[in-house]
Structure formats: C-alpha cells, structure tokens
C-alpha cells in the first residue's frame, strides 16, 4: 500500500525558513517523480515544484523559484522541500504527492498534508 | 501557464440524478504524436487530500465507480457522475499536466440538492 506522510509544518514568522519531508513507502520510491502542492485555507489548489525519480530535475512555480528548494533521498525513501524567505502568501497545507509515472503524468497519490502557517 | 477554467463554481443536483462539471483549458491539452489529452479529474472531500478519478480525460482510475466518466478533447472537457450518490459530495478538480506549471481549476463544489 502506498503511503505518503509529511512532517515539518507549524507557524513561522514572515522571513523564516521551514524544512518540509515526506516519507514514502508501499513502492519503488527512486522509480517515481514526486512533487509537492499545496493549498491555502479554503482555496484551491496550487502546483508547487516537482523532482524527477533521480532527482537531477527539478522545476518550481513562479511563486516560490528562487526562495523554495525540492530535493529527494532515495536511500531513505524521503521527499523534502526547504522553505526559505517564508511570505503570508505561503500560508497552505502543503501536500507531497506521486507522479502515477513521469512528470507528465497525474498524480496518483497524496499525503495527508501538512500546514504552515506564516504569521508574526 | 494554461489557464484553467471551470463551471460552474457549485452545483446541487439531487440523489439519483446527472451531474455535470465542465472544464475549459486556454490551450489544447491534446498531445498529437500520442493522441492523448494530458487532462486528469480528482475529488476533494473535507478534510482529505485530493483523490485522482481520471487521468488522460477519460481513463477510470481502478476502484473508481463506473458512475464517473469523463469525456472532451483539445480544450473542453467534462465530468459527468451519472448517478449522484451522497457519498459524492465533494469539490471536483480539472488539471492539466501537459506542460509545467501543471495547473489546476478553481474547484466546483458539488452538493446534494
């Protein structure tokens, strides 16, 4: 059974940094690119970043390039997204999910979430 | 980005009856070397992540029920339950992940009338 369970979120203060994980399990973690979206209160849903199954590709959104970094350890079946220069903005339940194949493919599966709040 | 536009923003229909959501992309999402149209459906319950129904616009991911179908080509498509049950309540998403930023529609929230 596939399961996906992230960790790392909480409040921060507006240009704080926080380290998001996923842990992956139930399959070929390193087969697989990974991605992460996320969703503030009450809104819809934003695409993030993603990072293929090797993780020497990796893309972001507009809204976090450059202050937001995916990266992935296959050795330990774990997914990551370090959140620096944190914005209100960024604000979410951020969610880890699996690519059912490629990144041009949908996702299959979902973590539960995660909340960050950005918040003096 | 593509731009992706969905309607209606609610919709109540009542038990047994036909629901349907539409889903409009400001560029084709139709691959042509492929002939696939790079479109998926998921189903958002309170509290739950998103769950995927359909991927390539009318493919049934396994376990789904066969109430759910999709269906459009290039840049119009559709989510149709046939039959509306309770347990369907929910916010229903179109994306497209054709070219990256993969992109999401603003959600319809589906109840029961």
């Known amino acids: 059974e596939v399961q996906l369970l992230e960790s790392g979120g909480g409040l921060v203060q507006p240009g704080g940094s926080l380290r998001l994980s996923c842990a992956a399990s139930g399959f070929t973690f390193r087969s697989y690119a990974m991605g992460w979206v996320r969703q503030a209160p009450g809104k819809g849903l934003e695409w993030v970043s993603r990072i293929s199954g090797s993780g020497d590709t990796t893309k972001y959104a507009d809204s976090v390039k450059g202050r937001f970094t995916i990266s992935r350890d296959n050795s330990q079946n774990t997914l990551y997204l370090q959140m620096n220069s944190l914005r209100a903005e960024d604000t979410a339940i951020y969610y880890c999910a699996k690519y059912s194949a490629g990144p041009d493919t949908p996702f299959d599966y979902w973590g539960q979430g995660t909340l960050v709040t950005v918040s003096s | 980005d593509i731009v992706m536009t969905q309607s209606p923003d609610s919709l109540a229909v009542s038990l047994g009856e036909r629901a349907t959501i539409n889903c409009k992309s400001s560029?084709?999402?139709?691959?042509?070397?492929?002939?696939?149209?790079?479109l998926a459906w998921y189903q958002q319950k309170p509290g739950q992540p998103p769950k995927l129904l359909i991927s390539?616009?009318?493919t049934r991911e396994s376990g789904v029920p066969d109430r759910f179908s999709g269906s459009g080509s290039g840049t119009d498509f559709t989510l149709t339950i046939s039959s509306l049950q309770a347990e369907d309540v929910a916010v229903y998403y179109c994306?497209?992940?054709?070219?990256?930023?993969?992109?999401f529609g603003q959600g319809t929230e589906l109840e029961i009338k």
């Open positions: 560029r084709s999402v139709l691959y042509s070397s492929n002939n696939k149209n790079y």
């Open positions: 994306q497209q992940y054709y070219i990256a930023p993969l992109t």
């Open positions: 390539w616009a009318s």
